[in-house]
């Protein structure tokens, strides 16, 4: 879905009235997600109160928001130098990427874990294993990955904002809410809007239906003239596709590797997000261990491109999947924060060899977008969120050259 397929057309209904008027259906458990009064550090709409060197404004003109799947920081980044990272599992207790393991993630596992501090009462399937949920993911599988936080930032305190499961940690992703929802989505219900059909949980009340009508990012950015653009694998992994859940959204998208033909071609938006094909997701379970080759070409595309010099990307993971991670999560809400995963940053003007130990969340990548855009928040996440920009990047320094990770 690109915005010169969508973003650029008059929305309608109540998500063309939200745009220009705040128009909104409010669900129960909805009300108290919207920013409360005083919340917002900037006074809303005011540019000239977001210092330019702070934001990136002049110097990043394209943010791409990279998003893997349901991996805690431990899990990815263990024994990794200078971070707060657990000792990685020795020899056969590792669980590569690839094995076939499933652990259960739901909210009442993560409320659990955040209590105790213990991950062994979740459920687990994954043969061969004792205590999966402790184990790490072998380095050497990981080391596109080790080897763009060592070129960049990798940042060690980045929680998800939510400690549901990954349909609301994608909702996060463009919006910084999920309107009060539990857990994945299920049954169907009659056509309500969205592509996708079902009801959630809620924190209040009884189940609603899944399809929300509260504002995405990608309406602030239509609204401000701006382009955005959005590749996903679609009805293949429906709850990764998080526009497919909101009002007024068409059927279909960009499938992922449309993306470096896209930007091969000159073509590359202000905000762009691209989540993965399920072989190329890193979640348990898919039996693939492709992921970070994956997110090392989308990385290299941007790199080698035109765009390098004003780009800045931004790979992170929906939510921690069941694995364990050591250090406690803030509680900030009903809702979180979540564990902790891992959270790149590059950027001609990202620091290099830097681990950042500043507590970030989902809705910082928002916070950041918003910001050099000149954007008001959408949600109390991103309302107390902290971008990145000011521990990650160094925007005096001039444009560092490209040097492309080996898959």
């Given at each position: 879905?690109?915005?010169?397929?969508?973003?650029?057309?008059?929305?309608?209904?109540?998500?063309?009235?939200?745009?220009?008027?705040?128009?909104?259906?409010?669900?129960?458990?909805?009300?108290?997600?919207?920013?409360?009064?005083?919340?917002?550090?900037?006074?809303?709409?005011?540019?000239?109160?977001?210092?330019?060197?702070?934001?990136?404004?002049?110097?990043?003109?394209?943010?791409?928001?990279?998003?893997?799947?349901?991996?805690?920081?431990?899990?990815?980044?263990?024994?990794?130098?200078?971070?707060?990272?657990?000792?990685?599992?020795?020899?056969?207790?590792?669980?590569?990427?690839?094995?076939?393991?499933?652990?259960?993630?739901?909210?009442?596992?993560?409320?659990r874990a955040r209590k105790s501090g213990n991950f062994s009462h979740e459920k687990t399937n994954c043969a061969g294993y004792t205590r999966p949920e402790y184990r790490t993911v072998p380095p050497g599988e990981t080391q596109p990955y080790r080897s763009?936080?060592?070129?960049?930032?990798?940042?060690?305190?980045?929680?998800?904002?939510?400690?549901?499961?990954?349909?609301?940690?994608?909702?996060?992703?463009?919006?910084?809410?999920?309107?009060?929802?539990?857990?994945?989505?299920?049954?169907?219900?009659?056509?309500?809007?969205?592509?996708?059909?079902?009801?959630?949980?809620?924190?209040?009340?009884?189940?609603?239906?899944?399809?929300?009508?509260?504002?995405?990012?990608?309406?602030?950015?239509?609204?401000?003239?701006?382009?955005w653009s959005y590749y996903a694998a679609g009805a293949s992994v429906p709850t990764w596709d998080a526009f497919g859940w909101v009002h007024g959204y068409p059927a279909g998208t960009s499938p992922p590797t449309q993306f470096l033909t896209d930007v091969a071609n000159g073509h590359l938006s202000g905000v762009t997000w691209v989540t993965p094909e399920l072989n190329d997701s890193d979640l348990s379970g898919s039996r693939s261990a492709n992921g970070p080759a994956w997110v090392a070409a989308v990385v290299?595309?941007?790199?080698?491109?035109?765009?390098?010099?004003?780009?800045?990307?931004?790979?992170?993971?929906?939510?921690?999947?069941?694995?364990?991670?050591?250090?406690?999560?803030?509680?900030?809400?009903?809702?979180?924060?979540?564990?902790?995963?891992?959270?790149?940053?590059?950027?001609?003007?990202?620091?290099?060899?830097?681990?950042?130990?500043?507590?970030?969340?989902?809705?910082?990548?928002?916070?950041?977008?918003?910001?050099?855009?000149?954007?008001?928040?959408?949600?109390?996440?991103?309302?107390?969120?902290?971008?990145?920009?000011?521990?990650?990047?160094?925007?005096?320094?001039?444009?560092?050259?490209?040097?492309?990770?080996?898959?």
């Amino acid at each position: 879905m690109k915005s010169s397929d969508f973003g650029r057309r008059a929305l309608t209904g109540c998500v063309a009235a939200a745009m220009l008027a705040g128009c909104g259906v409010l669900r129960q458990g909805q009300d108290d997600m919207q920013p409360p009064t005083g919340a917002v550090p900037y006074i809303a709409g005011n540019v000239l109160s977001r210092p330019i060197i702070a934001t990136g404004r002049g110097k990043i003109t394209h943010v791409v928001y990279i998003v893997q799947e349901q991996r805690s920081f431990d899990n990815l980044f263990c024994s990794y130098g200078g971070a707060n990272a657990a000792k990685c599992s020795r020899g056969s207790q590792a669980i590569p990427l690839e094995a076939n393991c499933r652990l259960s993630d739901s909210f009442q596992d993560f409320e659990r874990a955040r209590k105790s501090g213990n991950f062994s009462h979740e459920k687990t399937n994954c043969a061969g294993y004792t205590r999966p949920e402790y184990r790490t993911v072998p380095p050497g599988e990981t080391q596109p990955y080790r080897s763009i936080a060592a070129s960049y930032v990798l940042g060690d305190r980045m929680f998800d904002s939510t400690g549901n499961p990954t349909f609301e940690s994608h909702q996060f992703d463009i919006a910084a809410q999920a309107a009060g929802a539990v857990d994945q989505p299920f049954g169907s219900t009659s056509s309500d809007g969205c592509v996708y059909l079902a009801k959630v949980r809620q924190f209040k009340g009884p189940p609603q239906p899944a399809c929300e009508s509260y504002k995405t990012l990608a309406d602030e950015l239509t609204a401000a003239g701006l382009t955005w653009s959005y590749y996903a694998a679609g009805a293949s992994v429906p709850t990764w596709d998080a526009f497919g859940w909101v009002h007024g959204y068409p059927a279909g998208t960009s499938p992922p590797t449309q993306f470096l033909t896209d930007v091969a071609n000159g073509h590359l938006s202000g905000v762009t997000w691209v989540t993965p094909e399920l072989n190329d997701s890193d979640l348990s379970g898919s039996r693939s261990a492709n992921g970070p080759a994956w997110v090392a070409a989308v990385v290299n595309a941007v790199g080698e491109s035109q765009f390098w010099d004003s780009t800045a990307i931004f790979i992170t993971w929906s939510g921690y999947g069941g694995w364990a991670d050591h250090v406690a999560p803030p509680s900030l809400d009903r809702e979180g924060l979540g564990f902790r995963v891992p959270l790149l940053v590059i950027s001609p003007y990202a620091k290099q060899s830097y681990v950042s130990h500043v507590q970030f969340e989902t809705a910082s990548i928002l916070r950041f977008a918003e910001d050099l855009y000149g954007l008001d928040p959408l949600a109390v996440a991103d309302s107390r969120a902290t971008s990145p920009a000011a521990d990650c990047f160094n925007f005096s320094q001039k444009p560092r050259p490209f040097v492309p990770t080996s898959p």
